[in-house]
C-alpha cells in the first residue's frame, strides 16, 4: 500500500483526489475514498489537495488514524483489484471501520 486516506475525508468526499490521481485509484464508498493498495503508483498528487489533508503516506498516517491502513485494504477485499475507479463509479459499501464512525454533522 502506498497512500492511505483516513478518517477526516468520512463524509466529506471532496474528490479533488481523484482529479489528480493519474492511474485512476482512487475509488467512492459510501461515506469515504479509498486508494486501491495495488494501484497506486505512489506519485503523491492527491495528498497536497485534499482540503481536509486525510491523505498520507502510509508510513506516516498519524497514530489516532493508523486503523485506516488496514481499513482502506479492507474495503478492497470484496471488491479486487477492476484496474480503475471511473468505470465502477461511486460503490454503497465502506469498509466496517468508516461504517462504524458516527456520522458527520453538515452545517446548513
Known sequence: MAYVI?????DVKD???IDECPVDCIYE?????????EEC??????????????????DDVPG?????RASNAAFFE???????????GALPHDSDLV????RAVVAS
Open 78 to 88: 470484496r471488491l479486487g483489484s477492476p484496474g480503475g475507479a471511473a468505470a465502477l
Open 41 to 58: 503508483v505512489d506519485c503523491g498528487a492527491c495528498e497536497p489537495v485534499c482540503p481536509v489533508e486525510a491523505i498520507y503516506f502510509e
Open 6 to 10: 483516513a478518517q477526516p475525508c468520512a
Open 99 to 102: 461504517t462504524a464512525l458516527p
Open 29 to 37: 464508498g459510501g461515506r469515504a475514498l479509498y486508494i486501491h493498495p
Open 64 to 68: 489516532d488514524w493508523g486503523d485506516h
Open 15 to 17: 474528490k479533488s483526489c
